[in-house]
């Protein structure tokens, strides 16, 4: 499962924008988030996820889960 931080969280919209490992920008929206169960994201987090082909074309985040150490 690829992993990432946790480089913009937008509290308002329930929105983030993740830098996987490989310093590629992912867009989060709040549905991802919500179906984790996690109630925000903060700045600097890690995070692993899974990607899916979004609507666009684009890879989309699903699955959003905290990395503990």
């Known amino acids: 499962m690829p992993q990432g931080t946790v480089k913009r969280y937008d509290a308002?919209?329930?929105?983030?924008l993740l830098l996987n490992d490989q310093l590629v920008q992912l867009a989060v929206d709040r549905e991802?988030?919500?179906?984790?169960?996690?109630l925000e994201l903060r700045l600097g987090q890690r995070v692993r996820f899974?990607?899916?082909?979004?609507?666009d074309g684009e890879p989309r985040?699903?699955?959003?889960?905290?990395?503990?150490l």
Not at 12 to 16: L, Q
Not at 32 to 38: C, H, K, V, Y
């Open 12 to 16: 308002d919209s329930r929105t983030a």
């Open 32 to 38: 991802a988030i919500a179906a984790s169960g996690l």
């Open 50 to 55: 899974e990607l899916e082909d979004g609507p």
């Open 61 to 68: 985040v699903t699955n959003i889960h905290l990395v503990t």
